[in-house]
């Protein structure tokens, strides 16, 4: 079993930045960040592998958003910046007690443990 929290959500300026942390008791060899907004399916915005540091992100973050970790903390950060109000969602962190291939990053299925959700958004 693995525990999954998430924090630091908020509401922040277009253009702005927030940065989410996701803490996890028990071993996750795989983490991801996903995100839902209203009506819309959750989609993939990250992932991270502990064993080789990889990391991939979704076209629509790529250049804005950086995941970052401290292994110490067994945490997982997500550094967004350059927010735009298409990035308000609820933002969710996931884990894999298993190494998971890179082709399989992005697919939540992937991912058998969940956090609650933090809410994000990006309005003026």
């Known amino acids: 079993q693995v525990q999954v929290e998430e924090s630091g959500g908020g509401q922040v300026q277009p253009g702005g930045s927030l940065t989410l942390s996701c803490t996890t008791a028990?071993?996750?060899?795989?983490m991801g960040w996903f995100r839902q907004a209203p009506g819309l399916e959750r989609e993939f915005v990250g992932a991270?592998?502990?064993?080789?540091?990889?990391?991939v992100y979704a076209d629509s973050v790529k250049g804005r958003f950086t995941i970052s970790k401290d292994s110490a903390k067994k945490t997982l950060y997500l550094r967004m910046t350059s927010l735009k109000p298409e990035d308000t969602a609820v933002y969710y962190c996931?884990?894999?007690?298993?190494?998971?291939?890179?082709?399989?990053?992005?697919?939540?299925?992937?991912?058998?443990?969940w956090g609650q959700g933090t809410q994000v958004t990006v309005s003026s």
């Open positions: 028990g071993r996750a060899r795989t």
């Open positions: 996931a884990a894999a007690q298993n190494r998971k291939i890179t082709s399989a990053l992005r697919s939540a299925d992937s991912y058998n443990f």
């Open positions: 991270f592998r502990w064993d080789d540091l990889a990391t």
